[in-house]
């Protein structure tokens, strides 16, 4: 036991000096990034010769594929950290919720938004709340809509609140804001949904996906139970998932519902998934699709198992078994002016959302 002890504090160890370590080139790179810009502006005529604007692509690349790989290192290295409970925020998931209640939830379903891949805090976008606030409108009075849970990290913070590096993203987004340079604000906005993405990829992974939706699976469920959510009273959740949080959902769908023992249904809006989680107990999934969405259209193509070819991925084979639900919206695409959340296409996601709850609740 004590050898056991001993190895396990030896790796802890070692995994913490690989965390300040990557904190330190994150800095660097920052510092690099930032007097690269200085120069920049100071030169902007000597940049503007051929040779120099080549140049300064090609470091700018580098710079980027450089960010992108730490922003990747550091989302694997932040779950593993949150897992290996030094956070202290693994609960015990027979605890999540109360074994006796005093008063039954006046809410017996239960909708849980979680957003794409542009999320960056808790708080929505403008447009996405207003797309919220009409569905909500729009639900049955017996069904509550959760909203605001940030589905790229592990606590229930957004980004800028994250233990580990909070600082830096707190710095980015203050950049992105703020910063005059518009090169200066595309670049931190690209890092911000780089790490998303890189989420959306863990989550598809089936080495490290698991222990990232597991997380997100406790932190929705807590998030339920702070809603008055309880397994005696609830009769489903349904996650919907719009672009890369399509992924999210159907990847913590099955483990959401041992958690939460009661049926989980999964929605997605504009959906960008791979299929690859595990979804033998989940019967219901519905897909919200625009006929101008070539992202989600890219997407099926992105990750092979979805396609029919492939008839043994855990795709395709829950479609043998269970039956998917389309709702094709004709004119919509993926973001912007003719997005899901448009003024010209928002009533008609929020129609195909509530047609298919209605279903479900038909269905029992």
């Not at 100071?42 to 922003?71: H, I, K, M, N, T």
């Not at 932040?78 to 030094?86: H, S």
């Amino acid at each position: 036991m004590a050898e056991s002890s001993a190895a396990i504090q030896q790796q802890r160890s070692r995994l913490r000096f690989a965390r300040h370590c990557l904190i330190a080139v994150l800095v660097g790179v920052a510092l690099l990034s930032l007097l690269g810009l200085t120069a920049v502006r100071r030169d902007a005529a000597a940049l503007l010769q051929p040779q120099s604007l080549l140049e300064l692509l090609v470091w700018s690349g580098f710079v980027l594929v450089v960010v992108v790989a730490l922003v990747g290192v550091y989302s694997v290295m932040a779950d593993f950290v949150f897992w290996e409970g030094w956070m202290r925020g693994l609960p015990d998931p027979s605890r999540l919720f109360p074994d006796e209640i005093g008063q039954a939830p006046i809410h017996r379903h239960y909708l849980v938004y979680l957003d794409g891949i542009h999320q960056s805090e808790e708080s929505h976008p403008p447009r996405v709340m207003e797309f919220l606030d009409c569905l909500d409108n729009a639900i049955a009075k017996d069904t509550l809509l959760v909203k605001g849970i940030e589905a790229y990290t592990i606590t229930n913070v957004g980004l800028r609140s994250t233990l580990l590096a909070g600082w830096f993203w707190q710095r980015l987004f203050s950049l992105q804001e703020h910063h005059p340079n518009g090169l200066v604000r595309l670049i931190c906005a690209f890092c911000v949904q780089a790490n998303n993405v890189i989420k959306v990829g863990i989550s598809s992974d089936r080495r490290y996906g698991p222990v990232m939706n597991y997380e997100l699976a406790l932190k929705i469920a807590r998030r339920l139970g702070s809603q008055g959510f309880h397994p005696s009273h609830a009769a489903r959740v349904v996650l919907v998932g719009y672009s890369g949080g399509g992924e999210m959902a159907i990847g913590t769908a099955e483990l959401l519902q041992q958690l939460c023992h009661v049926p989980v249904q999964v929605i997605t809006v504009c959906g960008v998934f791979s299929g690859n989680g595990s979804m033998d107990a989940i019967k219901d999934v519905a897909m919200v699709v625009g006929s101008r969405d070539l992202v989600a259209a890219f997407g099926r193509i992105a990750y092979p198992g979805r396609l029919p070819l492939l008839f043994l991925s855990n795709w395709n084979r829950w479609q043998r078994l269970q039956r998917l639900h389309r709702y094709p919206i004709e004119g919509m695409s993926h973001n912007g002016a003719s997005g899901p959340f448009s003024v010209a296409f928002r009533g008609a996601v929020v129609k195909a959302v509530c047609r298919e709850l209605e279903r479900l609740s038909l269905k029992g």
